[in-house]
């Protein structure tokens, strides 16, 4: 559009010229003609030389960006941005636009891509433990062991441990992956804090008396609401307190309190805290990763499936908050969050 209005302005300013000369000079009409002919002509090639110069300084990064784009090889984009109102500069614009928005979906489902991979990888690791000692007491037990009154039922015990661990890994793989694809959603509510930790001290209290830990559960005031799916923090509780009493040592303590966050008005601070083995200074970070074990024999043991703090991670993220952890090894582990207040 600018260079139009250039070549305009110039072929304008040509004839202007010439019809003053002719005016003012004693010059044919044949002259006059032939020379407005020349001008026009060089016009018209300048107008031609200059607008292709100009669309292809404009449109040579928008090929570049898609030759780049075709190629995959994202590292080499460069977007042009361009400051003009014309339609090019528009053009460019919009081109520079597109190719962020295919570069953050391609890194979006190359990431998608890799959990899927690693999330493959861990369920098929996890699997074959359980899976795999299944067969061997079956195997047993068909070659001759099952008229063996010594041993058949011990070796029965035994697979049936690991029907159950593999019952409890898949019900902690369904509810994760509900939960990382955002197919499970919360229900927001008010709900009775207080209630929920009776709820938990009848449930808990066989497990805890078994490892020889004891609960102590604290809530500053019995009438504390927060807004929260009942049935997801009931999850989080429980699993935060499991936790607290299968790392935990013969006589120890898991403390599970309750009270207004001093540092976050209006909210209401959860604590629970034990005096277990304890989490190396390495690998706090890592605590909430899919089946992460600070003790991979102890939580195989127990029943642990390594899923149990991520499903909290998530359960706290869809309910905007966070798992904050401290740990010191050999003393103990505090694991906190925060809840709206009703």
Sequence with gaps: M?????????????????SVMAGFTAVDE????????????????????????YLWRKIKPVEELLDALIAKEFDSVSVPK???????GVLLNKAGEASEAVEQEFARLFRLENYRKDFIG??????????????????????GALEDEKVNRHF?????????RLTILTNDLMEIAK?????????????????????LQDML??????????????????????????????????????????????GGKVTLSITDSKASPGKVQVKVKDTGIGISEDHLGRVTERFFRVDKSRSRDKGGTGLGLAIVKHILESHGSSLKVKSRLNEGSEFSFCLKKA
Excluded: C
């Design 179 to 199: 939960l990382e694809t955002g197919e499970l959603k919360s229900y927001i509510q008010p709900v009775y804090l207080s209630d929920m930790v009776h709820e």
């Design 30 to 53: 044949a002259s006059v003609w032939l020379f407005s002919g020349i001008a026009a002509i060089i016009t018209a090639a300048s107008i031609y030389a200059y607008t292709a110069f």
């Design 82 to 88: 361009h400051s003009g109102g014309d339609e090019v």
């Design 205 to 250: 209290a066989h497990r805890a008396a078994e490892e020889r830990v004891e609960l102590d559960f604290r809530i500053s005031d019995e009438k504390i609401r927060v807004m929260s799916d009942r049935n997801q923090m009931r999850q989080v509780l429980v699993n935060l307190i499991e936790n607290g009493i299968k790392y935990n040592k013969p």
């Design 156 to 164: 029965l015990r035994k697979t049936m441990k690991n029907v159950n």
């Design 122 to 143: 861990d369920i098929s690791h996890e699997l074959k433990t359980p899976i795999f000692a299944i067969q061997g007491f079956v195997e047993t037990l068909l070659d």
């Design 2 to 18: 600018k260079a139009a209005i250039a070549g305009g302005s110039m072929v304008f300013a040509v004839h202007l010229s010439i």
